[in-house]
Nanobody, 115 residues
Framework: QVQLVESGGDLVQPGGSLRLSCAVS????????AGWYRQRPGKQRELVAV???????KYTDSVKGRFTITRDNAKNTVHLQMNSLKPEDTAVYYC?????????WGQGTQVTVSS
């Protein structure tokens, strides 16, 4: 059974930081691309950042320089360090693991950026 379990979402003030974590089980994690997506209120789910199985990282323009995605294949985890948070970063953040025909999602964790 494949499981992706996110943690770390919280309420934070603008300018603050959060670190999201995703624990993955049931797959050979090192062979999957791992990513973070978010769904903001009234918007479609969008890609935030991805780290490929080969370690290449990509970010959506709005988070470049503020967010950092990392993976630990030994611990089957992927993290998203989020700094300089803005109110527009408020969203449910989802962990994703993808490999050709296989695409798995976590249940999501809420991040709220507000004073």
């Amino acid at each position: 059974q494949v499981q992706l379990v996110e943690s770390g979402g919280d309420l934070v003030q603008p300018g603050g930081s959060l670190r999201l974590s995703c624990a993955v089980s049931g797959i050979i994690f090192s062979t999957y691309d791992a990513g973070w997506y978010r769904q903001r209120p009234g918007k479609q789910r969008e890609l935030v950042a991805v780290v490929t199985s080969g370690g290449i990282t990509k970010y959506t323009d709005s988070v470049k320089g503020r967010f950092t995605i990392t993976r630990d294949n030994a611990k089957n985890t992927v993290h998203l360090q989020m700094n300089s948070l803005k109110p527009e970063d408020t969203a449910v953040y989802y962990c994703n693991a993808k490999q050709l025909l296989h695409n798995y999602w976590g249940q999501g964790t809420q991040v709220t950026v507000s004073s």
